[in-house]
């Protein structure tokens, strides 16, 4: 299931730094986005659009998943970006600043006419206020694999100030997308942290995102990979208590008990489930390494 395809870690890469598109070929990280938006200048977009294609068609990444992040429909670059990517090996487009189902359907119409697999999806990003309001639609694009929070520009817009103390003006945004995504059974990425010499704040927010439910985060620096990729890994313990669960439970009802404990709580079948899934999980994070 696409899914439980670990996207813990998810690095934003300047597709015209080509020195630090040879460096990703040995960053940890679950998943690159190949940027030719934010990252990129404009007199470097072209040569970017090049790098990026040639990149995600290399097979020299491992087992990455590899996307492009394009220009907007609405930049003198957008239409090219998107017939490049079409025909990359990318398994995804990152899509900037989606607001509307009807500008979905435009990118996902182009990426047919320009040749792309049917098998290759949409990772809309979430940054506009409009985005929030029309989330639930977004999500439900059959196109759309990801939703991507572009937390930067969402705190733009909103005139919120994202501060040392935390990004408390964002909760309840990040929590409308991830409903709306839950209902969706989509993926979900939180947004990015913007300090990247600050590792412990960095791991706090890493902590929240994970507790709130994200399926990972995206990131700006290779120096953060490690510990987002430690936050969203079950740990050994939590892989020894999940197996416990499921042992337990397994174990009473052949006995025909209607009620089961263990270490010391009641578990029905929802908690078993979730073990089941912290489990896929785990071996879906194992079989990447």
Not at 24 to 49: C, G, H, Q, S, Y
Not at 154 to 160: G, I, Q
Not at 208 to 216: I, L, N, P, S
Not at 224 to 234: K, L
């Amino acid at each position: 299931m696409s899914h439980l395809r670990p996207r813990r870690s998810v690095l934003y890469m300047p597709a015209a730094n080509e020195r630090a598109l040879e460096k990703a070929k040995t960053i940890p990280a679950d998943a690159i986005i190949f940027d030719l938006e934010d990252a990129v200048a404009p007199d470097a977009k072209e040569a970017a659009r090049v790098n990026a294609v040639a990149a995600a068609s290399s097979a020299e990444y491992g087992s990455r998943e590899l996307t492009i992040r394009c220009n907007g429909l609405d930049t003198p670059w957008g239409v090219d970006d998107l017939a490049a990517a079409a025909q990359s090996g990318a398994s995804a487009v990152v899509i900037p600043k989606v607001s509307t189902v009807a500008y979905l359907d435009e990118v996902s119409d182009r990426l047919d006419a320009a040749g792309a697999p049917a098998a290759m999806k949409i990772w809309a990003m979430v940054e506009t206020p409009t985005a929030i309001l029309d989330v639930r639609a977004l999500a439900a694009h059959w196109r759309v694999e990801v939703l991507v929070m572009g937390t930067n520009d969402l705190a733009r817009e909103l005139r919120s100030t994202l501060g040392a103390v935390g990004r408390h003006p964002l909760v309840p945004h990040l929590a409308s997308a991830l409903l709306a995504a839950r209902e969706a059974d989509k993926v979900i990425l939180d947004g990015v942290f913007n300090d990247v010499k600050d590792l412990d704040s960095f791991r706090v927010e890493c902590q929240q995102g994970f507790e709130m439910g994200f399926d990972g985060k995206t990131l700006i620096h290779p120096g953060q990979v490690d510990v987002c990729n430690m936050v969203w890994a079950p740990s050994e313990t939590d892989i020894e208590t999940a197996r416990g669960m499921i042992a337990a439970f397994e174990e009473g009802v052949a006995q025909g008990k209607g009620v089961v404990t263990f270490q010391g709580r009641m578990i029905e079948n929802l908690h078993v489930a979730n073990a089941q899934r912290l489990l896929a999980v785990a071996d879906a994070i194992a079989a990447l390494d």
